[in-house]
């Protein structure tokens, strides 16, 4: 039976992911967990684990039918039908992450665009029209979107946070370069550009897994 079957762990919602990904790239009828090991760098004993979420199970020596799994896949990560997502910023990062053309391949839809900016507001960007800020909560709560992005500069960024929880926004997406603390009805995850590139920094001179010579 296909369907979720328990509460799936933080790690393994992040993996699933990264399997309907590898996948689609593979584009094959049907596939093994090794396959699916390979396409995304995980081992196959893990691919099992994870999709063993999912009730499905594969048939020895055939694997898994990538339609039924594509399937199961979507539906787990909520992309059954076509997911709105707003972006709150119009400044450089808001105005590329609204011409980033994987969105729609991926199951979402630029649905709004928000900024304070008088003299953005109402212009087209990227065919979408920027809304007041001050628009938020109210589109929010005509569900509008279900997922923001914020692309703000910090300290706008809390106020922005406190607008999508009173919409009853549970998802949001972060880039602006702070740290946001949600409430518990919230999910949020906070992308720093800074600090990933200060990560990549301590191990561009370090040999591979980090072992020492």
């Known amino acids: ?90 400044g450089n990062l808001g105005q590329a992450l609204a011409g980033y053309g994987g969105f729609e391949h991926r199951g979402f839809v630029v649905s709004g665009i928000y900024d304070i900016d008088q003299e953005k507001v109402g212009t087209s960007i990227h065919g979408h029209q920027v809304r007041h800020l001050g628009r938020l909560s109210a589109d929010a709560v005509d569900r509008l979107f279900a997922i923001a992005i914020i692309a703000t500069p910090a300290d706008a960024a809390p106020e922005v946070l406190q607008r999508l929880a009173a919409g009853g926004v549970r998802s949001v997406l972060n880039f602006s370069p702070t740290v946001l603390k949600a409430p518990a009805s919230m999910e949020v995850r906070n992308v720093d550009l800074s600090t990933e590139l200060q990560i990549l920094s301590f191990y561009r001179g370090r040999p591979p897994n980090g072992l020492l010579p």
Not at 13 to 33: C, D, F, I, K, P
């Open 1 to 90: 039976m296909w369907g979720a079957m328990r509460e799936i762990p933080r790690a393994t919602v992040g993996r699933l992911a990264r399997y309907l990904q590898g996948l689609e790239e593979l584009g094959r009828r049907t596939v093994s967990s090794a396959d699916i090991a390979s396409a995304v760098g995980v081992s196959a004993a893990q691919v099992r684990r994870d999709l063993s979420y999912l009730g499905p199970q594969g048939i020895r020596g055939v694997g898994y039918e990538t339609s039924h799994l594509l399937t199961a896949l979507r539906r787990e990560l909520g992309l059954v039908d076509r997911v709105g997502v707003a972006i709150v910023g119009a």
